[in-house]
């Protein structure tokens, strides 16, 4: 028995969702959304889709368009910084290299600069390698404009996206070296493990303590990491995985408190995405329940 198209490309729907929006529950209503539409087609109608996947990813795609116009008022009146909402993810991930960076909490903050429709574009072209006439269809462009969004868009990427690639194993080596010294209250291995510049983005949603502008320093961030094992007796910091990276989480009295998603260069930490905000850790508590 044929499997529903839809069943089958729904990891991509989502993928393309999530990178488009930032926020794995938006990204999950959109796929819904797009699965009604898709139900919703008589027999005739389905059989007349000559490509299936293109004609989901273009409904997907113009469902989040309506939806990140929405959101991206909201976030203007969000409280302090925003952050996406992480996504947990296996070791595995990170070894399909392309789609690991496409999805990195790194990669997402800078989508965050693009418009609604340079988005889609990048995230269409340059992830996913969907040709122009396709993402012309998606986002209501000629193929001509698409191409000149697709120029603009990359290079608004090319230049804010990190450079420098890092080997998974050293990846893993300098979280561990960050969560022992946070573990251990230690100022002096805080401050080997981080760059001089290091910068630290906290999300707290205007719900939690965060801190509303990045901090900028190793001289600032390292005191205010090693201040976090004397905040409690029951105080965990443990390695996981969030959008196919090594990545950080803090627990308070059992519950978890904060994730940190870390950026690292010449075997130091360069920057710090630290996401509070308890409606965005929400989800990713849980699946992280189901996991155990």
């Given at each position: ?43 005739a ?128 080596a ?23 510049d ?15 502008r ?40 059992g ?34 329940e189901?996991?155990?």
């Open positions: 028995m044929t499997a529903d198209p839809f069943v089958t490309h729904r990891s991509l729907l989502f993928t393309v969702a999530y990178e488009m929006l930032g926020s794995a529950a938006d990204a999950e209503d959109v796929v819904q959304e797009t699965w009604l539409r898709w139900a919703g087609l008589d027999a109608l389905r059989a007349d889709v000559r490509d299936a996947r293109a004609y989901l990813v273009r409904t997907v795609t113009r469902q989040a368009l309506n939806r990140l116009r929405t959101l991206t008022r909201r976030r203007e009146e969000y409280i302090g910084e925003w952050l996406p909402e992480p996504l947990l993810t296996s070791p595995d991930v990170a070894e399909d290299v392309e789609l690991a960076e496409s999805v990195s909490l790194a990669m997402l903050t800078v989508l965050e600069t693009l418009g609604p429709i340079e988005r889609a574009v990048f995230v269409l072209r340059e992830v996913f390698e969907t040709p122009y006439d396709e993402i012309a269809e998606a986002v209501g462009r000629t193929p001509a404009a698409v191409r000149q969004i697709a120029h603009r868009a990359r290079e608004h990427v090319a230049a804010r996206r990190p450079r420098v690639k890092v080997s998974r194993a050293e990846r893993e300098v979280v561990q070296r960050f969560l022992v010294a946070v573990r251990d209250g230690d100022l002096q291995g805080l401050l080997d493990v981080l760059a001089p290091v910068v630290v983005v906290s999300d707290g949603g205007g719900v939690v303590d965060a801190a509303r990045p901090i900028k320093g190793a001289h600032r961030v390292a005191p205010l990491l090693s201040s976090w094992a004397r905040m409690t007796s029951a105080f965990e910091a443990m390695p996981m995985w969030l959008n196919g990276e090594p990545a950080a989480r803090l627990d308070l009295d519950e978890l408190d904060t994730v940190a998603s870390l950026v690292i260069e010449d075997g130091r930490i360069t920057r710090i995405y630290a996401i509070r905000n308890p409606h965005k850790l929400a989800r990713l508590d849980e699946e992280t189901l996991s155990r």
